[in-house]
């Protein structure tokens, strides 16, 4: 049962470290779209507040499986 559980736990933690570095792609592209667009005098509206947003994000959900890794580590 507890077996069954940490497995599950495991695979929800790799989905969300999945979103997280999807996050990172966004806002990569996002920030590259937003320079370039700059300078053509037409700026993407709102990319500050997307990339703090999305900063969030991956913060929080690469928690999950950092918390994992280090749990697994301490237990050797």
């Known amino acids: 049962m507890l077996r069954t559980l940490a497995k599950g736990i495991d695979r929800f933690s790799a989905r969300l470290n999945e979103v997280s570095a999807a ?3 966004f ?3 996002l ?3 937003d320079v370039v667009l700059r300078a053509f005098d037409r700026p993407i ?3 500050y507040e997307l990339v703090g947003y ?3 994000v991956i913060v929080a959900f ?3 499986c950092v918390a994992d890794a280090a749990s697994a580590k301490a237990t050797g």
């Open 23 to 25: 996050a990172v792609v």
């Open 27 to 29: 806002i990569m592209l």
């Open 31 to 33: 920030t590259c779209a």
């Open 45 to 47: 509206p709102g990319t």
């Open 54 to 56: 999305f900063g969030v």
């Open 62 to 64: 690469a928690l999950a």
